[in-house]
């Protein structure tokens, strides 16, 4: 089974910091997932990478497969960004099978 | 393009009772999984479907279990409830590309509460 470790479980920040959550995991893999979940539970995909890195808006991702570790950077941190952040990946021999960390939940105050 | 629907969207049951859970995904996409929801175990998945055929299972007892459809539609059932199923339980959609799942689109979520 793959572990998947996030750290920190829980980050404050005041608006227009840089964040970074970072992910490691256990066992080899060829994609890795990062989730959003606002309260009330809807999740959203922002990433699913394998190699390098992926910028979307004020959000990159990179990874690095050797080293087992991903980190989620947020530019300019706003307040609407508060909401736990989850990466999961493949586990049990199966990229669809996935892992989750236990998230990490990220308050920007204004 | 509508998203994935998941329904009911809350529901009440009490223990020994079974439930059944709907998933309909993105119009194209033809896999579907599951994932449980709790405060103490965070996410867990449940089950994968593509093409009608379950691919992946994750490590629960048989009374969890679900179909698809040929239009892609899934659900999944939970037989004699038990309080630690109380849970939210989550649907994604995807294309499935290749090895990997491809992104993966969710649904809001059923809220199960067994009483």
């Known amino acids: 089974k793959n572990e998947v470790e996030q750290s920190p479980q829980n980050l404050t920040a005041q608006e227009g910091e840089f964040i970074t959550i970072n992910c490691s995991y256990s066992?080899?893999?060829?994609?890795l997932h990062w989730l959003q979940q606002h309260p009330g539970g809807g999740i959203v995909s922002l990433f699913m990478?394998?190699?390098g890195k992926k910028k979307h808006g004020r959000l990159i991702a990179t990874i690095n497969i050797q080293e087992k570790h991903s980190s989620l950077h947020i530019t300019a941190s706003h307040p609407r960004d508060s909401a736990v952040y989850i990466c999961?990946?493949?586990?049990?021999?199966?990229?669809?099978?996935?892992?989750f960390g236990k998230g990490t939940l990220l308050t920007v105050n204004p | 393009k509508a998203g994935v629907t998941q329904t009911p969207r809350y529901l009440i049951k009490t223990r020994g009772q079974q439930v059944t859970l709907s998933c309909s995904p993105i119009?194209?996409?033809?896999?579907v999984s599951w994932y449980q929801q709790t405060p103490g175990q965070g996410l867990q998945f449940l089950f994968e479907?593509?093409?009608?055929?379950?691919?992946n299972k994750g490590n629960f007892p048989g009374r969890f279990s679900g179909r698809q459809f040929s239009n892609s539609r899934s659900e999944m059932n939970v037989s004699t409830l038990e309080l630690g199923d109380s849970a939210l339980y989550l649907c994604?959609?995807?294309?499935?590309?290749?090895?990997?799942?491809?992104?993966?689109?969710f649904g809001e979520g059923s809220r199960l509460t067994v009483l």
């Open positions: 119009s194209g996409h033809r896999s």
């Open positions: 999961a990946v493949g586990s049990g021999g199966s990229n669809y099978k996935l892992t």
């Open positions: 066992v080899g893999i060829s994609a």
């Open positions: 479907y593509f093409s009608e055929t379950q691919r």
């Open positions: 990478l394998s190699s």
């Open positions: 994604a959609s995807s294309q499935r590309t290749g090895d990997n799942t491809g992104e993966l689109f």
